[in-house]
């Protein structure tokens, strides 16, 4: 049974530093990665799809790479602004095509 | 991105009563789509599969009677929570795969179910 994992559970921060958010799971027959924001109350919004063939994507100021062999993800946010609070939650999608979720890292940062 | 739609965003209801959500995928067709839930500053708990002409699978644990589950067409499934109460309020948020982009998820903004 996959099993996903993200460190750290939370994190805060000053305006402006980059930052590492870790997500790894243990079975390496994976379809795809999909890192995903949820701010308090809202559903997830779609952050960056990495197919198991690619090694990274971009888009803005976040970078997500993805290493299948070893079972990790990080997603990377540069320059970090106050308006990217929110949880960042990871999901591998595997051979049955049913997403599984990590527990989400929940970021703050303050001006 | 595709865009997949809930409602209602919030209901507040008796206990005994059923409630009806309705997930909407808007601009594209989803044979599948997921229902899960989701209780304060935890993670998405994965509830069913919902199957397009076909019965929804649940996850174990999951009241198959409590929680109906019916994919009308290729662009609506609904759950409806039955003889609600109490313990059954909590954040509903259903998902779709949007095949032609390498099935990325595409997630509906969530109902808010508050059983008095």
């Known amino acids: 049974k996959q099993e996903v994992t993200q460190i750290p559970a939370a994190l805060s921060v000053p305006e402006g530093e980059n930052l590492v958010l870790n997500c790894s799971f243990t079975?390496?027959?994976?379809?795809?990665l999909q890192w995903f924001r949820q701010d308090p109350g809202k559903g997830l919004t779609s952050l960056l799809l990495?197919?198991?063939?690619?090694r990274e994507q971009t888009s803005g100021r976040l970078n997500a790479s993805l290493d299948k062999s070893s079972g990790r993800s990080t997603l990377y946010i540069a320059a970090s602004q106050p308006g990217d609070s929110a949880t960042y939650l990871c999901?591998?999608?595997?051979?049955?095509?049913?997403?599984?979720f990590g527990r989400g890292t929940s970021l703050i940062v303050h001006p | 991105g595709a865009v997949v739609s809930q409602h209602p965003s919030r209901v507040i209801c008796k206990s005994g009563t059923s409630v009806k959500i309705e997930c909407r995928s808007l601009?594209?067709?989803?044979?599948?789509m997921f229902w899960y839930r989701q209780f304060p500053k935890q993670s998405l708990m994965l509830m069913a599969t919902?199957?397009?002409?076909?019965?929804?699978?649940?996850e174990q644990g999951v009241e198959k009677d409590k929680f109906l589950i019916n994919h009308a067409s290729l662009t609506l499934s609904t759950l409806t929570v039955t003889s609600a109460h109490p313990e059954d309020s909590s954040f509903y948020i259903c998902?779709?795969?949007?095949?032609?982009?390498?099935?990325?998820?595409?997630f509906g903004p969530g109902t808010r179910l508050t059983v008095l």
């Open positions: 919902s199957n397009e002409g076909s019965k929804a699978t649940y």
């Open positions: 079975d390496s027959a994976i379809y795809n």
């Open positions: 601009d594209f067709q989803a044979t599948t």
């Open positions: 990495i197919q198991s063939s690619q």
């Open positions: 999901a591998v999608l595997g051979g049955s095509y049913i997403p599984t």
């Open positions: 998902s779709a795969p949007f095949r032609s982009s390498y099935n990325e998820q595409f």
